[in-house]
T-cell receptor
Framework: DAGVIQSPRHEVTEMGQEVTLRCKPISGHDYLFWYRQTMMRGLELLIYFNNNVPIDDSGMPEDRFSAKMPNASFSTLKIQPSEPRDSAVYFC??????????????FGEGSRLTVL | AQKITQTQPGMFVQEKEAVTLDCTYDTSDPSYGLFWYKQPSSGEMIFLIYQGSYDQQNATEGRYSLNFQKARKSANLVISASQLGDSAMYFCAASGGYQKVTFGIGTKLQVIP
């Protein structure tokens, strides 16, 4: 079974440009999470979805960030306009609800974003 | 809301020795799960071990064990017989109400030959 697939793996862009990160969760997983990892703040939860519906977006830094999940097999995280402080590794992870609060998160390989 | 605290930014351990990585959590959810992940320098997130809040016994997975003390709200990771390949960042995480998963800031472990 294929794992969580993220693209692009690396993105270098200039300040002010739009950035779109993509994620394909594992088939059959009904939870999808977007995390941002930086040295200073560790792994921050940005937003997560259940059955394609956003459940909690309180971690989204500001209006420049948006996320969508149009169907069970695809999600996007968009930053517009991008700023240098957005430089980080963005992880997507998915999870299947076997029992309440159990089941490991399966992570993608991450998208390393550099905003110049 | 959940909060995970990892107070050890960095740890050293001699090869073949055991090491304990500390984690405390704060949650108001009656049912929750606790996880540990490993992140080597290559960047991938590797699941190590899981403990449910109602599990009576501490979880074990090979050389990894989770020392769960519910009253103290601690979920320390114990790695026995450390190997050079254990050098990595280690993250503690909790899953609570509505399946939200929150991570601590991590501990960097270095295994010395």
């Amino acid at each position: 079974d294929a794992g969580v697939i993220q693209s692009p793996r690396h993105e270098v862009t200039e300040m002010g440009q739009e950035v779109t990160l993509r994620c394909k969760p594992i088939s059959g997983h009904d939870y999808l999470f977007w995390y941002r990892q930086t040295m200073m703040r560790g792994l921050e939860l940005l937003i997560y979805f259940n059955n394609n519906v956003p459940i909690d977006d309180s971690g989204m830094p500001e209006d420049r960030f948006s996320a969508k999940m149009p169907n069970a097999s695809f999600s996007t995280l968009k930053i517009q306009p991008s700023e240098p402080r957005d430089s980080a590794v963005y992880f997507c992870a998915s999870r299947r609800r076997d029992r309440p609060n159990t089941g490991e998160l399966f992570f993608g390989e991450g998208s390393r974003l550099t905003v110049l | 809301a959940q909060k995970i605290t990892q107070t050890q930014p960095g740890m050293f351990v001699q090869e073949k020795e055991a090491v304990t990585l500390d984690c405390t959590y704060d949650t108001s959810d009656p049912s929750y799960g606790l996880f540990w992940y490993k992140q080597p320098s290559s960047g991938e997130m590797i699941f190590l071990i899981y403990q449910g809040s109602y599990d009576q016994q501490n979880a074990t997975e090979g050389r990894y064990s989770l020392n769960f003390q519910k009253a103290r709200k601690s979920a320390n990771l114990v790695i026995s017989a450390s190997q050079l390949g254990d050098s990595a960042m280690y993250f503690c995480a909790a899953s609570g109400g509505y399946q939200k998963v929150t991570f601590g800031i991590g501990t960097k472990l270095q295994v010395i030959p």
